[in-house]
């Protein structure tokens, strides 16, 4: 089989580097395109050390322009760029016939309104926000509409570790939709490769704290998505903390059980049993970190507590492997008409 050409958008940050290691190692992808400002001209593997000697990995960098994106072959693009700028690229690669794998938030709701609301700047390409799927496969119907997409929004990294365990619950009616509270806690790559000092070593190093309180931006996208599966609007209350680990991201959530626990555990399973990148721990069971970083799986545990009518969610899952780049492999893999375990299986 000929294999597809990409291009990835900011190949230089974190996720960006997680999806050229996933790239670089894919049966039917080929990496035709890498961007960095910074980076432009110098090769992959002299940058990036760690890919020395892997079959691509003499690729140079070039200035993100989406001409140059379009002469190198490039099919489908995946932007691994901060919000606000994504839009941009996207909306000139679309018209240049690529299609598109956005990791960032910028096409994720539904709504201009709330985008602006949490956002705090106007939508920047309201035109290609009812075209763009929200790109988690697991969900009922999504991986059709992502295989026909143009434009994938590939969901956030704390969403995508609270939606999972909570959307079957509320499509069957198990829990309260208005009682869900969660709390997620990301090691430090989550916030980019950034020069803040808050994400500095002596910062948050032997450290936890809980930030962006109480409405972190990802509430916008987890409310829109729960919404969909309760068939009301849901409020909630979300709150992140910031722990002295690289990679991780592990969410307890509970909401008041309406249901029953034996309902809880059969809808989980009728909903995920075949998914190939959700691994239920069962009942009683919490889910550890260590686990799953530098996988593609989100593994979910989950317990009741009879004392307070509460059920409890237990997620984890790499923020830049389920949570950004995994994730947007997933859709690529859909898109191009693979198998879902393409490029994944052995990582
Ligand atoms: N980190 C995570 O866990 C997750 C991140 N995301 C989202 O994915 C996107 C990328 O995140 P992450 O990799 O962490 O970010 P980083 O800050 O680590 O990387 C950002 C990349 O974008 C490039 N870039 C920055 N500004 C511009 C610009 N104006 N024009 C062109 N290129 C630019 C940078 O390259 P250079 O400066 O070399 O040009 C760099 O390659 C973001 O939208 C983020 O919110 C989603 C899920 C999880
Ligand atoms: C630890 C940390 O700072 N995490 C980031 C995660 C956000 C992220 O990745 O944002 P998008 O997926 O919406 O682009 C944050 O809280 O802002």
Redesign the pocket.
């Known amino acids: 089989m000929q294999k597809i050409k990409t291009a990835v958008v900011g190949a230089s940050g974190y996720?960006g580097m997680e999806l050229l290691r996933l790239l670089l190692m894919h049966p039917y992808a080929e990496l035709n395109c890498v961007t960095s400002r910074q980076y432009a001209g110098q090769a992959l593997d002299a940058i990036f050390p760690r890919f020395a000697q892997m079959p691509g990995s003499d690729l140079q960098f070039t200035a993100p322009d989406a001409q140059t994106i379009k002469e190198s072959g490039a099919e489908i693009a995946f932007l691994a760029l901060?919000?606000g700028v994504a839009a941009e690229y996207a909306s000139a690669l679309l018209e240049l016939g690529l299609k598109v794998i956005d990791?960032?938030?910028d096409f994720?709701l539904n709504d201009p309104a709330v985008y602006e609301e949490f956002y705090g700047t106007p939508h920047p390409a309201t035109e290609l926000l009812t075209e763009a799927v929200y790109g988690m496969p697991e969900l009922q119907g999504r991986s059709k509409e992502i295989a026909d997409a143009r434009l994938v929004a590939s969901?956030?990294?704390?969403?995508t570790s609270i939606i999972l365990p909570l959307v079957p619950l509320l499509e069957k009616g198990l829990i309260d939709p208005q009682s869900i509270v969660t709390c997620s806690m990301?090691?430090?790559?989550?916030?980019?490769k950034t020069s803040n000092t808050l994400?500095s070593y002596c910062e948050a190093n032997e450290s936890v704290r809980a930030?962006?309180v109480p409405k972190?931006?990802?509430l916008s996208?987890i409310e829109q998505e729960l919404s969909i599966a309760a068939g009301e609007k849901v409020t909630m209350s979300f709150t992140?903390h910031?722990v002295p680990a690289h990679n991780g991201i592990c969410t307890t959530t509970s909401a008041m059980l309406k249901g029953s626990p034996s309902e809880v555990t059969q809808a989980l399973h009728e909903a995920y049993n075949s998914q190939t990148f959700v691994r239920l721990l069962g009942k009683g069971n919490a889910a550890d970190t260590k686990n799953v970083t530098r996988t593609n799986f989100i593994d979910i545990g989950w317990a009741v507590d009879e004392r307070t009518g509460r059920v409890l969610l237990f997620s984890s899952e790499d923020?830049l492997g389920k949570?950004?780049a995994g994730q947007a492999i997933q859709s690529f893999n859909l898109i191009a008409g693979l198998a879902p375990q393409s490029g994944l299986q052995n990582v």
């Open positions: 996720t901060p919000h990791l960032s938030a994720r969901p956030g990294c704390y969403p990301s090691g430090v790559s989550g916030a980019g994400f930030y962006s972190h931006r990802h996208e992140p910031l923020n949570g950004a």
